[in-house]
């Protein structure tokens, strides 16, 4: 695998790469082109081959790519198939929701367990997950070094919660507070900014525009 | 304002560009140079320049923007300063999240009402927005004409009320459900993957790289 930087946006290409290879495989699919590819995402064949050249050599010339190899690949290089513990905290609504619906292995990751401060939540489980205190957060991050935190608490709570779970050792963090958050440049912060998909759509809807014509 | 084709890519980073310019501007900053913005936002100078001249001119050589001005154009091409109607298909969890604590002003809509098939929801209040009858969908849709609705219904529920939304003369569709809809052309569909922001974090903690110094 070649060592060079890797831009953003090839970064956040390969998610969707490997989603839309996903639902290609489920469907029975075996193979496909980057121009067929490149039609259902939106992107030019070139920008898929130049993409996938940043990690090694896929594919061959005039047969495409076979799909389950490449899914696998770019699976690797996202790092699903070695999943990192992971733990969510708060469990409000959002939280709720996540704990109830969203596939965390899909992501790369192992839901390990929730923290919340409400009495009503702790000690009861949702979808499996015990709700435990956050009196308790020292201690479990001590014994299991949890990789990720999903940050869904309350706004006021975000900053210190984030800097609290920094000094335990958390690499990651996956903020959905709408709190830009300042941690050490060594963490990861992913934040997740419903309102620039949804002014997204307000512009096609104020423009009018036809939707292109995109695997979104 | 020219007309001409403006590419996803570009109309992806209109509502980043608005959300800074938003963050600038409550921080009291008054002007920024492109090389400024584009540093904060982990884009070049050129680039900022060069999408913003899709849509007129701004800014003044030598002199940068004027946040407040670029921020209220950028406001009025993202379709902001005419809010539309928007509903709720499905007050669970992430419906109530997004219904408790979701700033729609901000993105372009008006939330007027929240639907849910379940008896114990219906006639309640979240965040002073009454939860009504699925039973009542036609009518309300008859008598409002809401332009968006919020998909945050059960997988197994989600092509068949995006087909019903799309009849009743909902334009554009904002799905949470992970389904791949299949509606008229003619409709917007903007789906927010979890899955891609959180294997976002899990390629950058596999591969432990250093997290690009964006304002992301």
């Not at 899914?71 to 513990?85: M, T, Y």
């Not at 070094?145 to 800097?163: E, G, I, N, R, S």
């Amino acid at each position: 695998m070649k060592k060079q930087h890797i831009s953003d946006a090839v970064v956040r290409r390969l998610p969707r790469y490997y989603r839309y290879l996903d639902e290609l495989h489920s469907r029975g699919v075996v193979r496909i082109s980057s121009s067929v590819l490149g039609k259902r995402m939106g992107v030019t064949a070139s920008q898929i081959r130049q993409d996938l050249s940043c990690f090694g050599e896929f594919g061959q010339q005039g047969y495409g790519y076979n799909i389950m190899e490449l899914r696998a690949e770019i699976g690797h290089i996202l790092g699903v198939d070695e999943p990192r513990r992971l733990i969510i905290i708060g469990a409000g609504h959002l939280g709720h929701a996540l704990l109830q619906n969203f596939d965390f292995a899909q992501g790369g990751f192992r839901l390990d367990t929730a923290f919340d401060v409400s009495e009503a939540l702790i000690g009861t489980e949702i979808n499996g997950v015990e709700i435990h205190s956050m009196d308790e957060l020292e201690d479990y991050c001590a014994r299991n070094h949890p990789a990720v935190a999903v940050l869904t608490v309350p706004k006021a709570a975000a900053q210190d919660t984030a800097a609290r779970l920094v000094a335990l050792g958390v690499r990651g963090l996956w903020n959905f507070t709408n709190v830009e958050l300042a941690v050490d440049e060594s963490v990861f912060v992913e934040n997740v900014h419903f309102a620039d998909s949804l002014l997204t759509l307000s512009y096609r809807i104020s423009k009018n525009a036809n939707p292109e014509k995109r695997w979104p």
